[in-house]
């Protein structure tokens, strides 16, 4: 099991979402995510009303390895980050235990005001430290 400073891991994790610069991208991809790590979104609940109108009893999206987790990123910040109107935060509450870590995260302006979203990250390590698997669970 890696020794590492866990708060400072999830903090690196949250700012690659925030991130502008696609070569920032793509180096703190490496350095936090291993070659074959997998990302797992449970979609909002409205996503999941959807899909289940359209017949699919679940929906889970998912993203392998270093060019899918960029495209992923990517794509989140230009959704949501880019155009000025939201950053991603901590919310500080990381645990770990062996080596599962799970924090929570928000979505709010980046003038201020009231949180757009919030999820859970659940996050399994490798013996390097580097993330395996990356469950995220959008909650609202």
């Known amino acids: 099991m890696a020794d590492i400073d ?3 891991h999830t903090d690196r994790y949250v700012a690659v979402w925030n991130e502008p610069d ?3 991208h793509r180096v703190a991809i490496r350095e936090l995510w291993s070659a074959d790590a997998v990302h797992v979104l449970r979609p909002p609940r409205e996503s999941l009303q959807t899909a289940d109108g359209l017949g699919f ?5 998912e993203a392998r390895g270093h060019h899918a987790l960029e495209f992923r990123v990517t794509r989140a910040h230009k959704e ?3 155009p000025g109107t939201f950053v991603f935060r901590s919310r500080g509450n ?3 235990l062996h080596d599962v870590v799970k924090f929570n995260w928000s979505m709010a302006p980046q003038d201020g005001g009231e949180i757009a979203g919030v999820g859970l990250e659940i996050l399994l390590l490798g013996p390097d430290g580097r ?4 469950y995220q669970f959008i909650e609202g």
């Not at 993330?131 to 990356?134: E, G, N």
């Open 131 to 134: 993330l395996v698997s990356d």
């Open 22 to 24: 696609a070569e920032r």
């Open 94 to 96: 990381t645990e770990r």
């Open 57 to 61: 009893d679940r929906l889970v999206l």
């Open 6 to 8: 866990i708060h400072d």
């Open 80 to 82: 949501f980050v880019a």
